[in-house]
C-alpha cells in the first residue's frame, strides 16, 4: 500500500470510499439520503479541486493495487497559534483493521508538524464508537463535546486534539474589552477556521463556564453572526466560517 497526495484524479475513488465509509460508521443512525447528500455536496469535483490547491490543505490518500482504500484532509488554521484540524478521515468498510487509519493519521501528523501546528484537532460524532476509539488510542484526548444538527436530527459531537510541542509559556486565555465596555476572556486554543483567520471562542468569565460569543482573528472585532447551521461571519471585515461539517473520523 502507497500513501501519496491527492489528485483531481482520485475524485471519483474519494467519494466511494467515503460514501461507503460513512455507510458503514453512521447507517444505524443516519439514513442513506443524508449521506448521499453529504457525499455530493463535500466531494464534487469542483470542491475538490479547490481543496488541493488551497495551501492550507493537506490531502493523503492510501492506494493499494491502484485503488484509494482510505483518504485523511486536514487544514492549517494559523492565528495565536497553528491548529491542523482533520476534517476527514476515511477507510473502506472491507480495509478496517489493516492499519490504513493509523498510517494515513501519522502521515498527516508529519505534514502538519511541518507546517508548524501547535496542537491537532479531530471530531467524531458519540454514535461513531470506533472513531472515538481510534483517536483516544492514537494518543488524543477528548477536549470538549457539543450537540450539532445532521439533517433533522440532533447529534452528540466529541472533540479530540493532540498538543505538539508548543512554548508552556503562551497566552490561552486573554482578558479583553469589547466596544460596549464588557469583559471578556478570548479563549485562543479554542478555535474555528474561517476564510481570512481563524474566529476564537470568547467567554464572560476567565473559567471559560459562560459564553459570550467569538471574536474574529482578523481584525479582533467581536461583532460576529452566527446562524443556526453554525455559519459563522463577522460583520466588520467579513471574515467566513461555512456550515460545520459532521464528523472528522469515518473508519
Given at each position: 500500500m502507497d500513501l501519496r497526495d491527492a489528485t483531481t484524479q482520485d475524485v471519483d475513488q474519494i467519494r466511494t470510499v467515503a460514501h461507503e465509509s460513512m455507510k458503514a460508521s453512521y447507517g444505524h443512525a443516519i439514513d442513506e439520503e443524508t449521506i448521499e447528500e453529504a457525499v455530493e455536496g463535500w466531494y464534487d469535483s469542483e470542491k475538490?479541486?479547490?481543496?488541493?490547491?488551497?495551501?492550507?490543505?493537506?490531502?493523503?490518500v492510501a492506494v493499494d493495487d491502484g485503488t484509494v482504500v482510505g483518504f485523511i484532509?486536514?487544514?492549517?488554521?494559523?492565528?495565536?497559534?497553528?491548529?491542523?484540524?482533520?476534517?476527514?478521515?476515511?477507510v473502506l468498510p472491507d480495509n478496517r483493521g489493516e492499519g490504513i487509519g493509523s498510517q494515513l493519521l501519522k502521515r498527516i501528523e508529519q505534514e502538519l508538524t511541518g507546517e508548524g501546528v501547535d496542537r491537532i484537532e479531530g471530531r467524531v460524532l458519540s454514535d461513531n464508537e470506533a472513531g472515538g476509539d481510534f483517536y483516544a488510542e492514537q494518543g488524543y484526548d477528548q477536549s470538549d463535546e457539543r450537540t450539532i444538527e445532521v439533517g433533522e436530527q440532533s447529534f452528540e459531537e466529541l472533540e479530540y486534539e493532540k498538543l505538539l510541542d508548543v512554548d508552556e509559556d503562551r497566552v490561552l486565555t486573554e482578558e479583553r474589552t469589547t466596544e460596549d465596555g464588557q469583559t471578556v476572556y478570548v479563549a485562543y486554543d479554542d478555535a474555528v477556521r474561517g476564510s481570512k483567520a481563524p474566529f476564537y471562542a470568547v467567554f464572560t468569565d476567565e473559567n471559560r463556564e459562560e459564553r459570550y460569543g467569538w471574536m474574529c482573528g482578523e481584525d479582533e472585532s467581536f461583532d460576529i453572526a452566527m446562524d443556526t447551521m453554525e455559519r459563522i461571519e463577522c460583520n466588520t471585515c467579513e471574515n467566513k466560517r461555512k456550515a460545520a461539517r459532521w464528523d472528522a473520523a469515518y473508519l
Open positions: 475538490l479541486g479547490d481543496a488541493l490547491e488551497d495551501d492550507n490543505t493537506v490531502f493523503i484532509q486536514a487544514y492549517v488554521s494559523k492565528g495565536r497559534e497553528a491548529v491542523g484540524e482533520i476534517d476527514w478521515l476515511h
